[in-house]
C-alpha cells in the first residue's frame, strides 16, 4: 500500500507544464508505487479521482566522480490526468 510519503516530487519543466494545461500532472515517487496505489492516496489525501493515469519507469543513471562509481536512484513518474478545473496545487493536504 502507498502513502503520501512514496510521493517524492510533482515535477514542473517545460514539458509538464505543456501538459499541465491540458489537466496532466506529472508526479515522481519511488520505484514501489503502483497506479492503483497512487490513485489511493490522491483520493485519500487530495480528494482528487484522476482520469487516467500513465506510468514510466526510469532506472537510475551511473555517474562517475572522481574515478568512482555510483548510480542515481531509480524512480517511477506518473503522468495523472486529472478532471475538468481540479488541480493539486488549489488542494489541501
Do not use: H
Not at 482528487?48 to 574515478?67: A, E, Y
Request: proline share 3%.
Amino acid at each position: 500500500m502507498a502513502d503520501i510519503t512514496d510521493i517524492k516530487t510533482i515535477l514542473y519543466t517545460e514539458k509538464t507544464l505543456s501538459l499541465g494545461e491540458k489537466g496532466v500532472v506529472v508526479i515522481q515517487t519511488s520505484p514501489r508505487v503502483t497506479k492503483n496505489g497512487l490513485k489511493e492516496v490522491l483520493k485519500e489525501y487530495f480528494g482528487v479521482t484522476p482520469l487516467r493515469i500513465n506510468s514510466l519507469r526510469v532506472d537510475g543513471k551511473v555517474k562517475r566522480f572522481k574515478g568512482r562509481v555510483g548510480v542515481r536512484n531509480d524512480f517511477k513518474k506518473f503522468y495523472v490526468k486529472l478532471p475538468e478545473g481540479v488541480s493539486l496545487e488549489n488542494t489541501e493536504a
